[in-house]
């Protein structure tokens, strides 16, 4: 079992910056698999990234690659989502989400494969 709270997100101009945070309670956190999925109004929830639990795969879509990098630190029992180069069109409510996996055959990337999720966050990126 693990509960997921973000914070992090806001308002910021294009161009601009925010660092998603995701912090998880419960026990075994480094046997979970860590994504973060973005949602608009008449819109599926779309994956911009993976993490495995150990950080040794990540995943981003075209969309947000070599703009947006995920992390995690497995003794604080948190991820990062950091956000660079922002565009309006990232402009969504992003949701951390968590896989119980004790081994990884593939990267998880649908909304199915996730066993929890936060409450999301809202990032805005307005000029």
């Known amino acids: 079992q693990v509960q997921l709270v973000e914070s992090g997100g806001g308002l910021v101009q294009p161009g601009g910056s925010l660092r998603l945070t995701c912090a998880a309670s419960?026990?075994?956190?480094?046997?979970?698999?860590m994504g973060w999925f973005r949602q608009v109004p008449g819109k599926e929830r779309e994956c911009v990234s993976v993490?495995?639990?150990?950080?040794?795969?990540?995943y981003y879509p075209d969309s947000v690659t070599g703009r947006f990098t995920i992390s995690r630190d497995n003794a604080k029992n948190t991820v990062y989502l950091q956000m660079n180069s922002l565009k309006p069109e990232d402009t969504a409510v992003y949701y951390c989400a968590a896989r119980a996996t004790p081994s990884e055959t593939r990267t998880f990337v649908r909304r199915s494969d996730y066993d929890y999720w936060g409450q999301g966050t809202q990032v805005t990126v307005s000029s």
């Open positions: 993490i495995a639990r150990n950080a040794g795969n990540r």
């Open positions: 419960g026990r075994a956190f480094n046997m979970y698999a």
